[in-house]
T-cell receptor
Framework: AQKITQTQPGMFVQEKEAVTLDCTYD???????LFWYKQPSSGEMIFLIY??????QNATEGRYSLNFQKARKSANLVISASQLGDSAMYFC????????????FGSGTKLNVKP | DVKVTQSSRYLVKRTGEKVFLECVQD?????MFWYRQDPGLGLRLIYF???????EKGDIPEGYSVSREKKERFSLILESASTNQTSMYLC????FGRGGETQYFGPGTRLLVL
């Protein structure tokens, strides 16, 4: 089974609107971490947000929030008030394992923000 | 500003050569990582280190080794480069704070093995 599933290969959103990027994960480990990254066309990888499996509250970081639904194994990224500079690939990832040495990346969602 | 630097942006090597990729971070982070990114395969963890001289294998350690003699520097070594190691290599460092883990990436090294 896929450890990380991102079902939206591409998405469009109007500037200033909110957008949700989907991510589901699969693990039987009680301790894990979930990540979202942004990769613009220039190629650099930018960490956006982290959610620990024991965190009770959804993580937020500026315009980014992670909608963590543990029972559904879902970790969707919500970007509020989209900007043109948000156009990029977005990757969901999970770390698990005894020493947190198992790392799984999703296939990514390409977000295009329209003016 | 946190800075993670990698020794080269582009590198061309021949099969069989020993290759060193260097990564330096300036924020005293405990954790450092090496990933490779390939089209269709995404980002994969090669090794990480949670302290000086400590290392953990990631998902694809074969053909690679690492060295962390100083906290700020994490080196990835390709003992005998092969064409299937042609890839984009990304280094990262991280720390655990109140909000959980925060990671910072270097600009990447695009390695071509001929």
């Amino acid at each position: 089974a896929q450890k990380i599933t991102q079902t939206q290969p591409g998405m469009f959103v109007q500037e200033k609107e909110a957008v949700t990027l989907d991510c589901t994960y699969d693990t039987s480990d009680p301790s894990y971490g979930l990540f979202w990254y942004k990769q613009p066309s220039s190629g650099e990888m930018i960490f956006l947000i982290y959610q620990g499996s024991y965190d009770q509250q959804n993580a937020t970081e500026g315009r980014y929030s992670l909608n963590f639904q543990k029972a559904r194994k879902s970790a969707n990224l919500v970007i509020s008030a989209s900007q043109l500079g948000d156009s990029a690939m977005y990757f969901c990832a999970m770390r698990e394992g005894r020493n947190f040495n198992k790392f799984y990346f999703g296939s990514g969602t390409k977000l295009n923000v329209k003016p | 500003d946190v800075k993670v630097t990698q020794s080269s942006r582009y590198l061309v090597k021949r099969t069989g050569e020993k290759v060193f990729l260097e990564c330096v971070q300036d924020m005293d982070h405990e954790n450092m990582f090496w990933y490779r990114q390939d089209p269709g395969l995404g980002l994969r963890l090669i090794y990480f280190s949670y302290d000086v001289k400590m290392k953990e294998k990631g998902d694809i350690p074969e053909g690679y080794s690492v060295s962390r003699e100083k906290k700020e520097r994490f080196s990835l070594i390709l003992e005998s480069a092969s064409t299937n190691q042609t890839s984009m290599y990304l280094c990262a460092s991280s720390f655990f704070g109140r909000g959980g883990e925060t990671q910072y990436f270097g600009p990447g090294t695009r390695l071509l093995v001929l």
